[in-house]
């Protein structure tokens, strides 16, 4: 693996291990176990005096070949595969606190990624207080000498708010703590949170990753040292390792990950000037357009605009009127998938939510997320035009 390669080239050849038998594509090693030669050689394996893998879900080739081919990727220094998005995330949080720390928190955040801070670790001691990310003067205000970890999403599901990762990573500095960013809906393409002072980045590989809509998949990304002190021990012994059928499938996806953001990107873009310009379309938010409220930052801290596009129609009726008039977009509440999906938040992934914590995140009755497939362009402008023509004003 060579590190001048761009990234296109190393989503196609980063972190591959070849088997004696030379295959062009990547193995599958369904196993559970590695054999020894003899004794001596399965306790030198055990000291860490030689390498190679000792158990699944410790590690094992094919999952290697993800993680490195990620590494590459992100420009981290370590990695570790995890069975889901929502495995990573909760990893990366819950190894490096303990009882009497405390997290600050955004409050946009995936609806599990909300349970993790402000639900369970409460219940482990550790105290949570949940922000306006938007304002770095939030961030400055919550935190206390306690404080271990900061954590955010950004752009935000579904509301594609954004928050300023080098800026909370300087006050994260100040007192020792880390910045841990979800970077899931920008792609490891459009942001780098590491080169922003972030310290741990997690995907949901589910998501943009596999963009196949196949299976389920995470992975936490860091310094070496942070790992080896932190997560390396609580991973092993916890058990959120990836299936090595998962890490294959995740390994050819992101060979096409490029091409497939580029192209839902580039529908995203004309979808959103699309909607702007339509009259029952009340707000469209998104992060390649001049009217984002955050324009000044996105210019900052992100190389793309999004493959989702949020719009808000006026109230419920509209909305599931335009939902269910679509033909190519499907309504589903997954994202990133070459199949363009819709999702009405306020009554499926943010319905947990009160009416008032929804408003907070300008989540109204009528606002949309739409995640761009890889489908031709002006077949889902089309297929927007003609349900839009249903919604009566
Ligand atoms: C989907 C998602 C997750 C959770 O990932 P799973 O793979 O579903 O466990 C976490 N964060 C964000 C931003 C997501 O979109």
Redesign the pocket.
């Known amino acids: 693996m060579s590190k001048t390669w761009r990234p296109a080239t190393q989503l196609v050849h980063g972190g591959t291990l070849r088997s004696q038998y030379g295959e062009t594509s990547e193995a599958i090693y369904l196993t559970q176990g590695f054999v020894y030669e003899n004794s001596a050689a399965a306790e030198a394996r055990f000291k860490g005096e030689t390498d190679g893998f000792i158990y699944a879900r410790y590690g094992s080739p094919t999952n290697d070949m993800f993680e490195k081919r990620m590494i590459a990727l992100e420009g981290a220094e370590d990695a570790r595969a995890t069975a889901?998005?929502?495995?990573a995330?909760s990893a990366a949080i819950l190894c490096q606190v303990k009882a009497g720390d405390h997290i600050v928190a955004a409050r946009a955040l995936?609806g599990?990624?909300r349970y993790i801070v402000e639900t369970l670790a409460p219940k482990y001691g550790v105290e949570c207080t949940l922000v306006d990310g938007r304002d770095l003067a939030n961030w400055e205000a919550a935190i206390r000498p306690n404080t271990k970890v900061l954590f955010l999403?950004s752009p935000t599901?579904p509301t594609l708010e954004v928050v300023d990762i080098a800026g909370v990573a300087k006050l994260a500095n100040q007192i020792g703590a880390k910045v841990v960013v979800?970077n899931?809906?920008a792609t490891p393409l459009f942001q780098k949170p590491l080169e922003l002072g972030a310290h741990i980045v997690v995907y949901?590989?589910?998501?943009h990753i596999d963009g196949q809509g196949r299976c389920?998949?995470?992975v936490i990304l860091s310094d070496k040292q942070w790992i080896d002190e932190n997560l390396h021990d609580y991973f092993r012994h916890t058990g959120p390792a990836m299936s090595p059928f998962n890490a294959w499938t995740l390994l050819k996806g992101i060979e096409t990950l490029p091409l497939r953001v580029k192209q839902q990107t580039e529908s995203a873009a004309r979808i959103a000037d699309f909607l702007a310009d339509q009259g029952k379309v009340a707000r469209v938010i998104y992060p390649g357009r001049k009217d984002h409220p955050q324009a000044d930052i996105i210019a900052r801290q992100m190389s793309g605009g999004s493959t989702l596009v949020c719009f808000e129609l006026k109230g419920k009726n509209a909305a599931f009127a335009l939902q269910d008039a679509l033909e190519v977009i499907k309504i589903s509440n997954n994202?990133g998938d070459a199949k363009s999906l819709i999702t009405h938040p306020a009554t499926t992934t943010h319905k947990n939510l009160t009416e008032e914590a929804r408003a907070e995140l300008g989540i109204s009755a009528g606002t949309l997320r739409l995640s761009c497939g890889i489908e031709d362009t002006d077949d889902l402008l089309d297929d927007l035009a003609q349900a839009l023509a249903k919604v009566s004003a």
């Open positions: 889901s998005g929502m495995a995330v995936f599990s990624c999403e599901n979800d899931v809906f949901s590989a589910t998501k389920l998949g995470g994202l």
